[in-house]
């Protein structure tokens, strides 16, 4: 067969080739032959032979003469002239090529003892690279069919074989484990060597052939096979690896290897789900539901926590090291099933309290983490909103204590905070159910909370107060602030913040003006302006009191009216931004009286217009007495001064005397009297002795009195607020929020014209907000017999022109 001509078509880049090169590497190029002779002699009738001796090349490709030209020069030879085209001519063999006689019989005779002599742990009698090559000659010649089933069969007889031994073995569960294992391991070494020798087989015929395993997938479904056929070896070998890790559990060392190669095992084989996992998870299932009823019974809550988390991280590192990945989840799930989901009340129970109370912040911690794993947290919360009820309300209701409840509160709030950063990890409803729980707490007794923390407030604002920086005063008023959020009766802890407030400036009391200022500036940004404008209207007053007194002592009145020897500091209240103080009548001595009419006239000539009226109950003196044994000054109250300089005239005056001479109310007399001849300071004497004060008592000067101190305090009784005065407070607070309900109940009429009670009613509650409010507006309705008008009874709101409030 000849080939026709070719014609070479040259790039740009061969024109730098001479014709004698070009020849040279075309002459190259086409004398090369193929010869596709089999090594084993065999030939097939279509084969080619090249026959170099036809080869014959294209003589039209001629050079141009640029380039003969440089051909010449650099070789300084003649130019060759073309050669005779040659002609390739290919021919084929006559004789058919064909196999050996028994070709496939000796060759898979041959494969056969090799499997035998690998299956045995025997060496080969024959090169394994002839053994590939024996396997790649069948499949060349389509015989891999078989070849496989042959391959096939053999493997079945020694796997079935194999796993027939086992049968009746040891009793020893761990050494038939070990028997199973060897098993299992010869063949994994077994299947790959003949894998490779049949390597040719898997890459061919297994992939071109569809529904035909692999070689190492046949060998695994031949042991599944008969692993299931015989079952009593697949159920002792669950049974083993069963009591193996049932052992580990319990504290025993046991071969993790073997575990780790017999389960891999039963993952290879796709048995591990059905014939291992869902017994495993059933016996642990048992083996922690009894542990947890045991140790919930024998053991304390923070030592069953730690053994619950030992217990999990066991069970994790047990993933880890020999159990299938897919095992982790329905493992761990387990545990915390047995041991944490069923025993929640029962550990919330048993020390949930006893935690909180010791501030065991880490066990705590472990509770919350634990907890979180099951989904309990719920759980977890209405426990603590229990608990701060529980403690708050013997904190709250004790009425023997109430002198510390504000700090009780703070310190308990404090222990809270603490258990919800680092225990709760900040958890938005922990802190929510803290709060919901203290607002609870803080409004249990109705006022009462209200008016202690603004008597706490006073505390530590006033003068006295040692061993306090300023920094801890204002992380005191921070912290006091948080209860006052929980207030609903803000307007009690107004009113009487307001009242001590008062005390504080007038009598000069208060520990920093700053800190005075911090806390108004708080209540303010909490609470709003308004709250604020008559405590703000209270400092203006006592600043423009300053100038006032400035202004009086250089008036000419000062200067050419006032008795000597006596100095006066007045403040001037505004009416409506101070507390309300019942008028109290009082002789006072001529001096003073002399003073207050000319500051009066002072006043009224400077700011026409205006009424003064004076606070006696509130004013307070520096006496300066001459006693046999030295002189003294006596920091008293205005009424203590008015019985003290009665003194000046007499030696001895009765009570009757006392009275008649100063006027003072009869109960706040005693009480007076009571603190200058009973208390610490006895500057008088009371004939006869005893701590209560009679209408037959007499009071002499006490001549002997001593004291090592030269300006004394006597014991202000008058400054200690009584039950009826927190009343009258308590008081005009109700009365002020019944203004509230009335000015609603107009606001709504003026609107509506017409409603029905129920409509309005529903309206009241929904502009009186604050529950405190709503509870008064009940009050109010019941006491006004309004609360009796049916729902289809209707309310008019008559023409009203002006309203004043």
Not at 251 to 271: C, P, Q, S, W, Y
Not at 461 to 469: E, F, P, Q, W
Not at 475 to 497: H, P, S, W
Request: proline fraction near 3%; charged fraction near 25%.
């Amino acid at each position: 067969m000849s080939l026709p001509n070719k014609r070479t078509a040259s790039n740009n880049n061969s024109n730098n080739y001479s014709p004698s090169a070009m020849k040279k590497a075309k002459s190259q190029a086409v004398a090369c032959s193929v010869d596709t002779a089999n090594k084993n002699g065999l030939h097939h009738d279509n084969d080619a032979v090249f026959d170099p001796s036809s080869i014959s090349l294209d003589d039209d490709l001629k050079p141009d003469e640029p380039r003969q030209q440089a051909a010449a020069n650099l070789s300084r030879k003649k130019a060759q002239p073309p050669q005779p085209a040659k002609k390739l001519v290919i021919k084929l063999l006559k004789a058919k090529p064909t196999l050996p006689t028994n070709f496939e019989e000796d060759t898979w005779a041959k494969l056969k003892l090799a499997i035998k002599a690998i299956f045995l742990k025997q060496p080969t009698s024959c090169d394994l690279e002839k053994l590939y090559q024996a396997v790649n000659d069948l499949c060349l010649h389509k015989m891999g069919g078989n070849l496989y089933q042959r391959i096939e069969k053999e493997c079945e007889e020694h796997i079935s074989a194999a796993i027939r031994s086992l049968v009746g073995q040891s009793p020893d569960l761990v050494v038939f484990l070990s028997l199973v294992e060897r098993c299992w391991q010869d063949l994994c070494d077994q299947m790959l060597m003949i894998r490779g020798i049949a390597l040719y087989l898997d890459r061919t015929y297994v992939k071109q052939t569809p529904n035909v395993r692999s070689l190492w997938d046949m060998g695994l479904q031949l042991f599944r096979k008969y692993l299931s056929s015989y079952s009593e070896v697949e159920h002792k070998t669950v049974t083993g690896l069963l009591r193996m890790i049932e052992r580990e559990r319990l504290g025993e060392a046991v071969d993790r290897t073997l575990l780790n190669h017999l389960l891999k095992m039963f993952t290879a084989l796709g048995i591990y789900s059905e014939s291992f996992e869902k017994p495993f998870l059933e016996c642990t299932s048992e083996f922690y539901a009894a542990e947890g009823m045991k140790y919930m019974q024998q053991s304390d809550v923070p030592d069953y926590l730690k053994h619950v988390e030992i217990r999990l991280h066991e069970e994790h590192e047990r993933c880890l090291l020999y159990l299938d990945v897919s095992t982790r989840k329905p493992l761990i799930a387990t545990a915390e099933r047995q041991l944490l989901e069923r025993h929640i009340s029962a550990i919330l129970d048993k020390g949930f309290t006893m935690l909180m109370d010791g501030h065991r912040t880490e066990d705590l911690q472990r509770m919350y983490s634990l907890f979180s794993r099951v989904n309990a947290l719920e759980s977890l919360r209405q426990a603590l909103a229990m608990y701060i009820r529980r403690t708050g309300h013997g904190i709250v209701m004790d009425e023997e204590k109430d002198k510390d409840m504000v700090s009780s509160l703070l310190e308990f709030k404090a222990s809270l905070d603490t258990i919800w950063e680092q225990s709760f990890s900040k958890n938005e409803a922990f802190c929510n159910t803290i709060k919901d729980a203290f607002e609870y707490l803080i409004n249990l007794r109705q006022n009462r909370p209200a008016e202690l923390i603004a008597k706490f407030l006073d505390e530590k604002l006033r003068a006295g107060n040692k061993g306090t920086s300023e920094e801890e005063l204002e992380g005191t008023l921070d912290k006091v602030l948080v209860l006052f959020r929980f207030i609903q009766g803000k307007d009690v802890f107004e009113a009487f913040y307001k009242k001590d407030l008062a005390k504080r400036l007038l009598l000069g009391k208060s520990a920093s003006i700053d800190a005075e200022k911090s806390m108004i500036s708080k209540l303010k940004t909490e609470c709003g302006s308004q709250f604020t404008n008559k405590l703000e209207g209270m400092f203006k007053d006592i600043e423009l009191s300053k100038e006032i007194n400035e202004s009086f002592k250089q008036s000419s009145q000062a200067r050419t009216k006032l008795p000597s020897g006596i100095e006066m500091s007045v403040h001037v209240l505004t009416t409506g931004y101070w507390p309300t103080y019942p008028p109290m009548d009082v002789r006072l001595p001529h001096e003073l009286n002399v003073y207050q009419d000319i500051f009066k006239e002072f006043y009224l000539s400077k700011y026409s217009g205006r009424r003064l009226m004076w606070q006696n109950s509130l004013g307070h003196c520096v006496l300066k007495a001459e006693f046999p044994k030295g002189k003294k000054e006596l920091a008293v109250s205005l009424f203590q001064t008015v019985v003290l300089m009665l003194f000046n005239d007499a030696q001895k005056l009765s009570f009757q005397d006392i009275k008649d001479a100063t006027g003072i109310e009869d109960k706040e007399l005693r009480r007076t009297l009571q603190s200058l001849a009973c208390g610490k300071v006895r500057v008088l004497q009371k004939l006869p002795k005893g701590r209560d004060v009679d209408d037959d008592d007499s009071f002499v000067f006490n001549e002997g009195f001593t004291a090592p101190l030269y300006r004394i305090k006597v014991n202000a009784i008058q400054m200690k607020e009584t039950v009826e005065e927190n009343t009258s407070t308590t008081e005009r607070v109700f009365q002020d929020r019944q203004y509230q309900v009335d000015a609603a109940i107009v606001r709504i009429m003026k609107t509506r014209k017409v409603l029905s009670h129920t409509l309005l009613i529903t309206e009241l509650f929904q502009q009186v907000l604050p529950p405190v409010l709503q509870f008064e507006l009940f009050i109010y309705l019941k006491h006004n017999k309004i609360s009796h008008i049916q729902s289809q009874s209707y309310w008019t709101m008559p023409q009203i022109t002006n309203i004043t409030w």
